[in-house]
């Protein structure tokens, strides 16, 4: 797998990080540990409520992304961990048995100006459900720049 | 437990969910399966990381968060999902055996002018390690206000 460095992170530069499929007993197992609304554990419940059938919690689907991410880029970049972002979205329900792509854009790259050894990479993290936008992120992500070790 | 109704998240209020501790084991289990970065999974890699020592995947803290939430406020709320939030932060390290104060805090509640029957309610989401900040959220929460079914 080629080696990522902090300047391959261009601005627009687009990572499909594939797909990701949505296992049923994973979802509501996450879900009775973090998140147990009635949408996201029971089946009836759920039919009846905005969603019309049993949804993953937000930070299921959160996990999920990031877990393409890692396997996509991080792993093998000089990564240093996220300080947070400004944008978390879930303009769709998930469902099991969905199968999702998952994509990162690069929206913006830069040396800290106190820190030359990190560099700052704001990015859109995305989810979709065909052509339908299912989650997305703004955050940042701070990486070693190689000048000095961090 | 007293139940909550929309009219009950005004703008200023502040919900204390508790104390939440930090599992080493379920840590490293979730870094494992949704966010498998050195610093996250090995113990070594992690001390000699800007962490300092084996540190909890944001998603993990925020789904802490997200529990002591619906133990807190949700599971006695006419809780109806989250589109998303406007940011998301993680100004500090989380490490196992943290015990963290987990609180929301109501910024804005109206009524949706299409549908009276949807409440949105804009808050902050916080976990303090003693009195440093260790994860921020301020997303919106969404609710049913009595006037008809949503």
Redesign the interface.
Request: charge should be neutral.
């Given at each position: 797998m080629t080696q990522l460095h902090f300047d391959d992170f261009t601005p627009g530069r687009v990572f499909d990080l594939g797909t990701v499929l949505v296992d049923h007993d994973e979802m509501v197992a996450?879900a009775h540990?973090?998140?147990?609304?009635p949408?996201h554990v029971d089946e009836d419940a759920a039919k009846a409520?905005?969603?019309g059938g049993l949804?993953a919690?937000?930070?299921f689907t959160?996990?999920?992304w990031?877990?393409a991410y890692?396997d996509g880029v991080?792993?093998r970049s000089p990564?240093?961990?996220?300080?947070?972002?400004?944008?978390?979205?879930?303009?769709a329900?998930v469902f099991a048995g969905d199968e999702l792509r998952a994509a990162m854009e690069v929206l913006e790259a830069r040396r800290s100006r106190s820190r030359p050894d990190l560099g700052l990479v704001r990015l859109r993290a995305t989810l979709h459900r065909d052509d339908e936008l299912v989650f997305?992120?703004v955050?940042t992500g701070?990486f070693g720049t190689g000048n000095g070790a961090?």
């Open positions: 996450f540990r973090f998140d147990p609304q949408f409520s905005l969603f949804a919690s937000g930070w959160a996990s999920l990031m877990r890692v991080l792993a990564s240093l961990g996220s300080p947070g972002g400004e944008e978390i979205a879930w303009p329900p997305r992120s955050f701070m961090p």
